[in-house]
């Protein structure tokens, strides 16, 4: 199971690139749970938005992640996030 330093990692990135796609405003995070549907549940993410997130975490965590891991299942949540570096990091 993640840490909870892991997913907070995780939401900062996540803040940053919203920020970003959003004109450098602010993101409020707090209804962003471990569980929240990043690309539908109203976030504000899409595909773009996903896959610079993803090379941000590969920068961040030093880790480089397979094609082979680009799916829903993994990148969607904080939670798929979460487990996605741990197993690469392991």
């Known amino acids: ?14 803040a940053r690139e919203l ?17 929240t549907d ?5 976030v504000g993410f899409t595909s773009i938005t996903a896959m610079t997130l993803v090379t941000r ?3 961040e965590f030093g880790i480089t992640i397979d094609n082979t891991d680009y799916s829903m299942e993994n990148m969607n949540t904080v939670d798929g996030l ?9």
């Open 82 to 90: 979460a487990g996605l570096v741990e197993r690469y990091e392991a």
């Open 19 to 35: 920020s970003m796609a959003n004109d450098g405003a602010a993101v409020d995070m707090d209804h962003i749970r471990d569980d």
């Open 57 to 59: 975490i590969e920068k």
């Open 1 to 14: 199971m993640a840490t909870a330093t892991l997913k907070e990692s995780i939401r900062d990135l996540i």
């Open 38 to 42: 990043l690309m539908y549940g109203g």
